[in-house]
């Protein structure tokens, strides 16, 4: 099923798919696993060690889940989740995995084509979304992944199985991007998911179309209706237009660089971007400056042109999360000087070095070191250090012959010269092509989109958007940032629409006379 050029586009029959899932990164993928029609089943076998949750899962062990009561089964878990049915998904493909155990799935996967739900997964790269993006970051394949490997993977393919087919071995839990990236794309193709994935897709623009209820043919489509609109037409004792299918536009970017335009229709879109898209900025003067990066593959790609060899002035590095530790180490493994500026203290007990256990991320534990003994306030520390942290600081601003202005917690100001600055203090979901950057269907319809602090706003069941019907959200987007809790939205949205498409077949039916 080729993507339709706005140029051969019929005008009279569009091309409508029930799905549309923008995002193929491992939530676009898992939903994609169960919108083909796999189930998820009760192994005939398993015992799974909450005997609550157990003797729930067996009182209907002849259905799959995706024909069960989530509500009822998840009712009392409890997970690193705000999303019940996450909570859920993983306590059944890692039962007590938080407490430290490797019991197996208690689940096993049936395929069952007659409930494959036509759909299309868009991505700007091959299947693995950002992950493809944290390979190429991995300098010289140094990086571990946060989580364990077994937790990196999908259903019904183990991470371990694949490992096997590579000839890899598979030293330790924690594993390189690279090969997650790989895993990723493997399975899809490994599943038979291909038919359902377009690569290279930028998206531009996803709009509601709307309907006048006097007519059903699609000549009366109208676009970007507003609710201004809908108000006028009410209070003037008309109907006003109903809300119809969505419109996807957007191009696919071709072999020789040329873009080629589309434009789809989808009855439900599935927003599976993730928030690596469009790093945090800082808001000061001069971090546009050429030498102000916002990402690893900006500083990776100036270290590999050799831009940084030789320098003698440090390179600043602002933020104190997971990725600007991997630029510590990157830097510190090329023998590079680094100033590291962070607005916390060293001892807040919010920093996530202090939730890593010591012997599973021993080079997290190396930077965390390095901030609290290496840092302006020791008595033993100096400007000439190969590493010194300035905890409790903030830039004011970057100038043009690469000085920083810091201001310190206490008011002092200091002025550092650097080689280049790196900023990477988050990232956030990239909506450009929804109104307003959906920022209207977040908990907080003031504020952009983010997965912390205001995620999309969703039913916890069944991931719909609450104030955006037919629209839905998965992974990051909703809070899910680990991939052990992402799969729990591609249940719960498979069973909203099976549920929906059996509502629509009695309706049907009662209405053709048939009980």
């Not at 939530?27 to 799974?48: D, K, Q, T």
């Not at 878990?77 to 493909?93: C, H, I, K, W, Y």
């Not at 950002?130 to 190429?136: E, G, L, N, P, Q």
């Not at 038979?192 to 509601?208: A, E, H």
Request: glycine share 8%.
């Amino acid at each position: 099923m080729p993507l339709l050029e706005e140029t051969t586009l019929p005008v009279d029959v569009p091309l409508t798919l029930p799905m549309v899932v923008i995002g193929n990164g491992p939530s676009g993928i898992c939903l994609s696993y169960m919108l083909s029609g796999y189930r998820p089943y009760l192994s005939p076998e398993a015992v799974h060690p909450n005997p609550i949750l157990h003797s729930k899962l067996k009182e209907a062990r002849h259905l799959s889940l995706v024909d069960q009561e989530l509500e009822y089964l998840s009712e009392g878990l409890e997970g690193r989740s705000s999303n019940p049915v996450a909570v859920l998904f993983d306590t059944l493909l890692h039962p007590d995995a938080d407490f430290g155990f490797d019991y197996p799935s208690v689940l096993h996967w049936e395929l069952e084509e007659q409930h494959y739900v036509p759909h299309m997964v868009l991505g700007k790269g091959p299947p693995g979304g950002a992950w493809h993006v944290r390979k190429a970051l991995s300098m010289e394949g140094s990086m571990l992944t946060i989580s364990f490997g077994d937790w990196m993977e999908l259903p019904g393919y183990k991470f371990k199985d694949w490992a096997a087919t590579k000839r890899r071995n598979i030293k330790c839990d924690r594993v390189l991007p690279e090969e997650i990236a790989s895993y990723y794309k493997h399975y899809v193709k490994i599943m038979g998911l291909q038919k359902n994935f377009r690569d290279n897709i930028y998206i531009t623009s996803v709009s509601r179309l709307y309907r006048e209820k006097e007519h059903e043919n699609e000549s009366q489509v109208k676009e970007h209706v507003s609710e201004q609109h809908f108000q006028t037409q009410e209070q003037d004792g008309q109907n006003p237009p109903i809300k119809r299918n969505w419109e996807i536009r957007g191009y696919q970017r071709a072999a020789d660089g040329s873009h080629v335009p589309f434009c789809l229709f989808s009855e439900n879109v599935a927003l599976a971007t993730g928030t690596f898209d469009a790093p945090g900025r800082l808001q000061v003067e001069g971090e546009d400056f050429p030498f102000v990066l916002h990402s690893m593959s900006d500083f990776g790609a100036a270290i590999g042109k050799g831009i940084l060899c030789g320098k003698t002035d440090p390179v600043l590095i602002i933020g104190c999360g997971l990725t600007a530790a991997d630029a510590v180490l990157c830097a510190y493994n090329n023998n590079l000087p680094i100033i590291h500026v962070f607005r916390r203290k060293v001892t807040d007990p919010n920093l996530i070095f202090k939730q890593l256990p010591k012997k599973l991320y021993p080079e997290y534990q190396k930077v965390y070191h390095m901030m609290c003994t290496q840092s302006v306030t020791n008595v033993d520390s100096n400007l000439h250090s190969s590493y010194i942290s300035f905890p409790e600081h903030r830039v004011l601003s970057f100038q043009s012959d690469m000085k920083c202005v810091l201001q310190s917690a206490a008011g002092l100001k200091k002025i550092l010269k650097f080689s280049v600055a790196l900023i990477l203090i988050g990232s956030h979901p990239n909506l450009c092509f929804l109104k307003d950057q959906g920022q209207g269907i977040g908990h907080n319809p003031n504020e952009p989109i983010t997965c912390k602090g205001n995620p999309i706003e969703i039913d916890p069941y069944t991931y719909e958007c609450t104030k955006e019907p037919s629209l839905f959200a998965i992974g990051p987007l909703v809070g899910d940032n680990f991939v052990r809790f992402l799969k729990g939205g591609a249940l719960g949205i498979a069973r909203h629409l099976t549920k929906r498409q059996k509502h629509q077949l009695i309706v049907e039916r009662g209405g053709d006379g048939v009980p």
